[in-house]
């Protein structure tokens, strides 16, 4: 039996790699990755402490044994550390969307890979991307080709697994081909307890002119580090909807890189951090291409003794002429002992630009209460129809429908939770 | 039928610049199926009482009791007192992003009963568009966010939609005249007169007898300085509006002074 170590040891990952049979480039990475783990920085996330989330563990094995998969009726559905499961729609197969396993897709699609793979987020810049990608052991690789148009969502249920020895780093890679339109909606949730953290990486490639609509709902109770990285090509334009209701600490590296001239991207994003959690939420866009537009709207509510950090970072580079780069980063807070920062960067290199943000971090309205209250709502009903205002005006920004419903639903039972936990504590 | 009793209630507010003591000793008998109103001049308490009443937690009581058949309310949050029967329709109703109108007023009704047997949403719309019309409201305004947005004759008649859906036993309207013309002011008049029976009091808040012409009050309280200084029937109002508050105090020989003075 193999003992239980970090994945510290090069002749380990070496190994594992074998087992895996990937090819010379694969393997290459991951000793480039390994290295880094010892010389890259720290990462650095204003006002955002990484350390929890820097001790990543577990084995590194070939799973022999099948984690089940929980019922999903999702396309997509994958335990970490296992075999991805795929059922396309007939709308997806008939498009000619393919999907492959990470593993497989080194085997099938190595141009593909090398071509895409660690090529959004730069992985050797810092230790917690270093270190997934050394040790990355499950994912998923998806190609959308050009000019597809999907009426219905591309769904992916994706689960940590926390159930046993194995290690947790997770991967997608999306491709999403020139001028084609479609929407994720993405579910992440966890198996188990059993390990003390977790790597996510996604990557997004979108090609010019492709539009995507990416909703995610992350409901994680491992301590993770989440990255979510994307890189858009001429005219494309990527819409992000997050759902951050998770219920561990989980830290959230959101980037989109506007490369291609007249690209565009907007992230919407909603958090929740209630008990003694502690999230920490940096979301950044890049202006590089011309005309280029970014948009950041973040809303974030705190309860009990936890904390939510949110730092938005607008950058426009020098040359990226006629650009624009907006965020609003609020934060409320329920308690006397909830921490949470709201903190917008904008890093302006080029004159011929817009710009522009709004911050704040507040409290509950006691008017709002009061009023809501002196019908005979209870105070935690009132308390919950305040916060969803709150995040209503995020929300309501949100196209796709049902991802919006159970957005709505989520933060509804979420709230549930937190507020029981806290009347029970008074 | 319900008895609301103020006795002696003295209320402190406390602020930046210190304690001040607004209701000097209050006493009032109210019972379902009377209508009483209460005049008085500006910042002489009113609405310290009113909200006082309701349980709003900015007004300290130092002395005196407030009860509804017997019973204290003083220990009871605003929201218990509201399911116990009381209602406030506020002089400035807060705005509420995110939650419409009818959702509220449904969350209102449901906090009266039992979990397992919430409004039905037939019976709930039915009664909601019944009360739109007679209140010649737009069906729009439900439908939109809590006071979001509405004018000033907006809010107040929304303030009268909420008091006919949730049907409490005790009505305190704070000033739901001012800023309203003259045909919104019969309508509310309309609104609260639909009200009126056995089981249903109100205490009117209002400067001008106009109101009264069209709620016929059963009696008038006059408040002067953090005090009911006189109470009479309907015709104490009509006295008021040809004479003021000038003539009363001297009358009474109270020593107050009335903020218009100089
Ligand atoms: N929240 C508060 N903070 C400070 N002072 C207050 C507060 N509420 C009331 N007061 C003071 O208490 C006094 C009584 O105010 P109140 O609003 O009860 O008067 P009112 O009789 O309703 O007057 P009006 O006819 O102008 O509505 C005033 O001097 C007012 O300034
Ligand atoms: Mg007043």
Redo the contacts with the bound molecule.
Sequence with gaps: MSKTKTFCELSDLQHYSQQLQEPAVAWQMRQQAWQATMTAPNPSFAKINYRPWANLQGQLTVASQAVPLPASTAQIAQVAGQPVQVRLSTEAQTAGVEVLDLVAAWQQWPDLMQQYFGQVMPWTSQQLAATHYATVNSGVVIRVPANTKLQAPLTWDFYQNGTGRQLNSQHVLLIAGADSEFSILENRRTLGSDQPSASIVEELVLLAGAKVRFAAIDQLSLPTYLARYARLATNARLDWALGIMNDGDVLADFNTDLNGQGSQSEVKAVAISTGRQNQGITTRITNYGQHTKANILQHGVILSDATLIFNGIGHIVKGARGSDSQQENRVLMLSRTARGDANPILLIDENDVRAGHAASVGRVNQEQMYYLMSRGLSKDLAERLVIRGFLGSVLSEIPAAEARQILTDTIERKLIDGQRHRDRAQ | MTTLVINDLHVR?D?ESGH?E?LKGVNLTMKTGEIHAIM?P???????LSETIMGNP?YQVTSGDILLDGQSLLDQPVDARARAGLFLAM?YPAEIMGVTNAEFMRAAINARRPDDDPISVRDFIKELDQNLALLDMNEAMAERYLNQGFSGGEKKRNEILQLLMIKPAFAILD?IDSGLDIDAMKVVAKGVNSMRGDNFGSLIIT?YQRLLDYIEPDVVHVMMGGRIVKSGDAQLAKKLEAEGYTGLRDELGLDIKLTDEN
């Design positions: 507010i602020d001040k607004i008085g500006n910042g002489t308490g009113k609405s310290t900015r002089q000033e400067h």
